[in-house]
């Protein structure tokens, strides 16, 4: 088992960045792949970026992809996200989850495969 914590949201500009960061406890982050995903109000929670447990392999949504960068640091028990240019639609609560390593990389994509969520860090973006 697996607990998240996530810190570095906040009130940006449009076109700012932020990092985001996700403290794992216990001895075996290394074993889980990584997500983000965010939810908007009104919105259903949706996938931003995942790396997998080495971080040889990263994800994206098609949205993100060249703004948002996904990293870790097995280390530290720590899963970052790089978020540059950011626009007002980025706005939402952003949650990391973790989960065991997928049988194909289709998985990392859904919600529903993740099995330990943080509580969540508030991005607001400006306009």
């Known amino acids: 088992q697996v607990q998240l914590v996530e810190s570095g949201g906040g009130l940006v500009q449009a076109g700012g960045s932020l990092r985001l960061s996700c403290a794992a406890s216990g001895r075996t982050f290394k074993r889980y792949a990584m997500g983000w995903f965010r939810q908007a109000p009104g919105k259903e929670r949706e996938f931003v970026a995942a790396i997998s447990m080495t971080g040889g392999s990263t994800y994206y949504a098609d949205d993100t992809k060249g703004r948002f960068t996904i990293s870790r640091d097995n280390a530290e028990n720590t899963v970052y996200l790089q978020m540059n240019s950011l626009k007002p639609e980025d706005t939402a609560v952003y949650y990391c989850?973790?989960?065991?390593?997928?049988?194909?990389?289709?998985?990392?994509?859904?919600?529903?495969?993740?099995?330990?969520w943080g509580q969540g860090t508030q991005v607001t973006v400006s306009s």
């Open positions: 989850a973790a989960r065991n390593p997928p049988s194909s990389s289709n998985k990392y994509y859904y919600r529903e495969e993740y099995d330990y």
